[in-house]
């Protein structure tokens, strides 16, 4: 798509908010190259602050080939939020659709018809506590097997700094003014997986190839070593219930112990009355 139809109501976005993004933030762009300049293609970008789709889209924007971001198809429904969604040409994702294939359908179409669709693999902000991508969900993998279009990997940095994830306090820090940087990398290789059935296993090793692909290109732009395996938020969740269910266990245990109480503890936990509890201590 070159910028002559990228249309009226993505100029009307670019009219909004690019104002505010160059007076507020200092720009750190690299690797706009490897944008294909014409046909359909994905971007697949890492997750950390509720800034990035902002920062990303300014990134590309510029480079004349605007991206359609998947968002929940309510989203699309009424209001001035549904009508910015329709006229920028977002793609909506039909979550109550039990068909993973067929809730891509939109954004097939729109590859096909030579757009940019972007995704965020990891489908959430990052849970990482070093703010690496965590491992990601198959959407980009399916969409990249059904099309065969370039995967770009995206990274992005410096957004969370302005708007940290999950931040309960100071959610918005714009002073002094943070640096937004937005790295392209060349196209992710997945000629090995084409023609293949996409079995979950071959989905799963798609996925992790474009993960990984983003995670050197942040690992390039943070100027530091990424981790050796992914965050798996799933893993992480199952060991943190088993400690809590470990020391709960562990402190009912001390209670139950000789001289600590236990005893009457149990007793009342059985529904023993007071008095019966007093007659059976005469």
């Excluded at 410096?158 to 714009?174: F, S």
């Excluded at 943070?178 to 989905?203: F, I, M, R």
Aim: with cysteine; hydrophobic share 40%; charged share 25%.
């Amino acid at each position: 798509m070159s910028r002559r139809r990228i249309g009226f109501w993505y100029r009307l976005a670019a009219v909004i908010c690019k104002p505010p993004l160059l007076v507020l933030f200092k720009r750190d762009w690299q690797g706009m190259e490897h944008i294909p300049a014409d046909g359909g293609f994905i971007t697949a970008v890492n997750h950390n602050s509720y800034l990035d789709p902002l920062s990303y889209a300014h990134y590309q924007y510029n480079t004349g080939r605007v991206p359609r971001f998947l968002a929940k198809s309510g989203l699309f429904k009424s209001g001035f939020v549904g009508l910015m969604m329709r006229g920028t040409g977002q793609i909506p994702v039909y979550r109550e659709t039990t068909d993973a294939a067929t809730a891509f359908r939109a954004a097939v179409a729109a590859i096909d018809k030579g757009e940019c669709v972007a995704f965020y693999p990891e489908g959430t902000l990052t849970r990482d506590p070093e703010m690496w991508p965590m491992q990601g969900k198959t959407g980009a993998a399916r969409v990249a097997l059904l099309t065969k279009a370039p995967v770009i990997p995206v990274a992005q940095w410096g957004a969370n700094a302005a708007m940290p994830p999950y931040a309960k306090e100071n959610k918005l820090q714009l002073f002094p003014r943070k640096t937004l940087k937005v790295k392209a990398g060349p196209p992710v290789d997945l000629s090995a997986y084409y023609g293949k059935e996409p079995t979950a296993e071959v989905l799963r090793a798609v996925t992790e190839t474009i993960m990984a692909a983003i995670t050197e290109q942040l690992a390039l732009l943070r100027d530091e070593p990424a981790p050796a395996e992914p965050y798996d938020y799933r893993k992480a969740i199952a060991r943190e219930r088993r400690a809590a269910r470990e020391a709960a266990k562990a402190a009912t245990d001390a209670l139950m112990e000789p001289g600590s109480g236990g005893a009457v503890v149990s007793t009342q936990r059985a529904g023993s009355t007071p008095q019966v509890q007093e007659d059976e201590g005469k």
